[in-house]
């Protein structure tokens, strides 16, 4: 999509730190972590939440799955949170579905 930033950012178009990138995947470290250790694992197809998955598209979803457990594996992350925000109450900003992976400090549920 041309005017997503998360597209641009899977792209190359717009710099980033990789944490890991295969065809169908990119994960990139937070540009304002709320951990000591928050990347966020996309699709390089632009899918606009979870609101948006469906049969046609889930196969990637579950590949972000299995990207989120090889990285924290590789990283050591014994435990950590995955959020994905849908709609902007729930705090979604950049709509190209992400999901949050956090680590590294105690957390508190239920989150704010
Ligand atoms: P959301 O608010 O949609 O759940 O999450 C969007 C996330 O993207 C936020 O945590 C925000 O800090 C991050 N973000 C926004 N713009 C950029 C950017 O240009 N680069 C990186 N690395 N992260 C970004
Ligand atoms: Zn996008």
Known sequence: MMDCLFCKIAAGEIPSKKVYED????AFYDIDP????HF??????HIAS???VDVSNSAV???????ITKLAAELGMESFRVV?????????????????????????????
Not at 23 to 26: A, H, N
Not at 34 to 37: F, K, L, M, N
Not at 40 to 45: D, E, G, M, N, W
Not at 88 to 105: T, Y
Request: charged letters at 15%; hydrophobic letters at 40%; glycine letters at 8%.
């Open 84 to 112: 994905s925000n849908i709609g902007e109450q729930a705090g979604q900003s950049v709509f190209h579905l992400h999901f949050h992976v956090l680590s590294g400090r105690d957390m508190t549920w239920p989150p704010g």
């Open 50 to 52: 979870v609101a948006a």
């Open 23 to 26: 065809d169908r995947v990119y």
């Open 40 to 45: 966020l694992v996309i699709p390089k197809q």
């Open 34 to 37: 709320q951990a000591p250790t």
């Open 61 to 67: 979803v579950a590949h972000c799955f299995e990207v």
